[in-house]
């Protein structure tokens, strides 16, 4: 099966991918040079443009969710916007996203596909602003924080929250009481939102639910059961767009009475420092290399490392030359161990095993060369729940912050390691939690697809194993 290949090659291959995500540009030329990435000219430049328009769908206030589109014009005529599903019953910012110097017939290509199932309508700045801000603050009484890419991203593509900006009064909630409109969150990620919202005021709040074209929501376990089973006949690779869809709602529904909630809260509960730790936007740092005491790396450096990962990724012969002459200036530190591993990946896996343990014995803190330990513990296991779940603490213990490398590194070991446990409740504990991991929006995506296969796959198991 097709997918099933494509898993184990990217289980076994997270550092491919962790280079294709966190190094995409090829560009030689020092970073003072190189072209600004699109999230950084949001951060630093997006409030320049003057705003083109606004649109947002005609029912919101019925509804109490904004589809909201705040659109900047740059000086070539293309478009940068932002997009912002805000729910005004308690939850804020549920989803954002943002569309970079495109062309004004794809800005209006997304507005349209939006108007599929609303219909849209222009408004000035100041409502969409107040309507995003307003649910914002709303979802703040109650602990709710906005989608992570409201903070790290879109939130440069509108104004500063400041008195300059007419205040209109925008109402949150229903007759005093916060609203959980349900749309597409899963029985799981619905359970915590309630919970929370039970600790913040009791009984007082009310449920709508717009997930009502479930086209699965009034069936049976059993049958639901029987479509999947019937689904899986053909090979994923094979599904139409319908079907692709079919199986997620089916997995989702499926799940939720097969894994025991109860244990999956555990699970939230024991991976909570992955959410809250800090990330930070620099590439290299000193603790990062492995380095002390703290120095400023140049851009010059950082380019130096930047292409020997390059090298290494790419299977160049010239990646052992880069390495040796950076070892030359720097010495033997951690980073640089810890990409001589990678360089053994394929080329002598007994030899990558051995230098291992000598450079552990040397950096034995070091959270990278950890994070390998556990990958080649993973490989030599026999049987099944064999090996241990990966704990976040051990491999980053002490540190305050950790770079988006060293996180998405994690995560990859970290779904490695619970698919070879073949835990169908640890996998849907993931598949939740990982919207809450601050990686960037490509990292998220990437593993959330990648997870929704495995977990189709080990349902498709689990009902062959349980006939």
Same mark, same amino acid.
């Given at each position: 099966?097709?997918?099933?290949?494509?898993?184990?090659?990217?289980?076994?291959?997270?550092h491919?991918?962790?280079q294709?995500?966190?190094?995409?540009?090829?560009?030689?030329?020092?970073?003072?040079?190189?072209?600004?990435?699109?999230?950084?000219?949001?951060?630093?430049?997006?409030?320049?443009?003057?705003?083109?328009?606004?649109?947002?769908?005609?029912?919101?206030?019925?509804?109490?969710?904004?589809?909201?589109?705040?659109?900047?014009?740059?000086t070539?005529?293309?478009?940068?916007? !932002?997009?912002?599903?805000?729910?005004?019953?308690?939850?804020?910012?549920?989803?954002?996203h943002?569309?970079?110097?495109?062309?004004e017939?794809?800005?209006?290509?997304?507005?349209?596909?939006?108007?599929?199932?609303?219909?849209?309508?222009?408004?000035?700045?100041?409502?969409?602003?107040?309507?995003?801000?307003?649910?914002?603050? +709303?979802?703040? #009484?109650?602990?709710?924080k906005?989608?992570?890419?409201f903070?790290?991203?879109?939130?440069?593509?509108?104004?500063?929250?400041?008195?300059?900006?007419?205040?209109?009064? /925008?109402?949150?909630?229903?007759?005093?009481?916060?609203?959980?409109?349900?749309?597409?969150e899963s029985?799981?990620?619905?359970?915590? /939102?309630?919970?929370?919202?039970?600790?913040?005021?009791?009984?007082? +709040?009310?449920i709508?639910?717009?997930?009502?074209?479930?086209?699965?929501?009034?069936?049976?376990?059993?049958?639901?059961?029987?479509?999947?089973?019937?689904?899986?006949?053909?090979?994923?690779?094979?599904?139409?767009?319908?079907?692709?869809?079919?199986?997620?709602?089916?997995?989702?529904?499926?799940?939720?009475?097969?894994?025991?909630?109860?244990?999956?809260?555990?699970?939230?509960a024991?991976?909570?420092?992955?959410?809250?730790m800090?990330?930070?936007?620099?590439?290299?740092?000193?603790?990062?290399?492995?380095?002390?005491?703290?120095? /400023?790396?140049?851009?010059?450096?950082?380019?130096?490392?930047?292409?020997?990962?390059?090298?290494?990724?790419?299977?160049? !012969?010239?990646?052992?030359k880069?390495?040796?002459?950076?070892?030359e200036?720097?010495?033997?530190?951690?980073f640089?161990?810890?990409?001589?591993? /990678?360089?053994? #990946?394929?080329?002598?896996?007994?030899?990558?095993?051995?230098?291992?343990?000598?450079?552990?014995?040397?950096?034995?803190?070091?959270?990278?060369?950890?994070?390998?330990?556990?990958?080649?513990?993973?490989?030599h296991?026999?049987?099944?729940n064999?090996?241990?779940?990966?704990?976040?603490?051990?491999?980053?213990?002490?540190?305050?912050?950790?770079?988006?490398?060293?996180?998405?590194?994690?995560?990859?070991?970290?779904?490695? !390691?619970?698919?070879?446990?073949?835990?169908?409740?640890?996998?849907?504990?993931m598949?939740?939690?990982?919207?809450?991991?601050?990686?960037?929006e490509?990292?998220?995506?990437?593993?959330?697809?990648?997870?929704?296969?495995?977990?189709?796959?080990?349902?498709?198991?689990?009902?062959?194993l349980?006939?």
């Amino acid at each position: 099966m097709k997918v099933a290949i494509l898993i184990l090659s990217i289980l076994h291959l997270s550092h491919t991918l962790n280079q294709s995500l966190f190094y995409m540009a090829k560009n030689k030329n020092y970073p003072s040079q190189q072209l600004m990435s699109p999230e950084n000219y949001i951060r630093q430049k997006a409030r320049n443009l003057p705003i083109y328009e606004c649109w947002i769908n005609k029912n919101w206030k019925e509804i109490m969710l904004g589809h909201i589109f705040v659109v900047r014009k740059h000086t070539n005529e293309k478009v940068t916007a !932002g997009m912002f599903l805000t729910d005004l019953g308690c939850l804020g910012v549920k989803d954002t996203h943002y569309l970079f110097n495109v062309s004004e017939s794809e800005l209006r290509e997304q507005i349209a596909s939006s108007g599929d199932f609303f219909e849209m309508e222009l408004i000035d700045y100041e409502l969409a602003h107040n309507i995003i801000y307003a649910a914002l603050e +709303y979802a703040e #009484e109650f602990g709710f924080k906005p989608h992570k890419d409201f903070t790290s991203i879109t939130r440069f593509i509108l104004e500063e929250d400041t008195d300059d900006i007419e205040l209109i009064e /925008i109402e949150c909630g229903q007759n005093g009481k916060p609203i959980f409109v349900r749309t597409e969150e899963s029985e799981v990620r619905a359970i915590q /939102i309630l919970n929370q919202l039970e600790q913040k005021v009791g009984n007082n +709040y009310e449920i709508i639910d717009y997930d009502e074209d479930d086209p699965f929501s009034d069936k049976s376990y059993l049958e639901k059961r029987e479509l999947f089973v019937s689904l899986m006949g053909k090979d994923l690779d094979d599904f139409t767009q319908e079907e692709q869809e079919h199986a997620k709602i089916l997995t989702d529904s499926l799940l939720v009475d097969i894994c025991d909630e109860d244990e999956i809260d555990v699970l939230f509960a024991r991976w909570n420092a992955e959410t809250t730790m800090t990330v930070s936007d620099e590439k290299y740092t000193s603790e990062f290399l492995g380095m002390e005491p703290e120095r /400023i790396i140049t851009q010059k450096e950082q380019v130096a490392f930047d292409e020997l990962l390059d090298l290494i990724y790419e299977k160049s !012969g010239k990646a052992e030359k880069q390495m040796n002459q950076l070892k030359e200036k720097w010495g033997n530190i951690p980073f640089l161990c810890y990409c001589e591993l /990678i360089y053994l #990946e394929e080329k002598d896996k007994k030899r990558q095993e051995v230098k291992l343990q000598e450079f552990l014995a040397l950096y034995p803190n070091y959270s990278l060369l950890k994070l390998m330990q556990y990958a080649l513990s993973g490989s030599h296991s026999t049987g099944q729940n064999t090996m241990a779940l990966i704990d976040f603490d051990d491999i980053f213990e002490g540190r305050k912050s950790v770079s988006n490398f060293e996180m998405f590194e994690f995560q990859s070991k970290k779904i490695f !390691g619970i698919l070879t446990r073949n835990n169908l409740t640890e996998t849907e504990a993931m598949y939740w939690m990982i919207d809450d991991v601050k990686l960037n929006e490509k990292q998220c995506q990437y593993i959330k697809a990648f997870l929704l296969l495995s977990r189709i796959s080990m349902l498709k198991k689990y009902f062959e194993l349980n006939n």
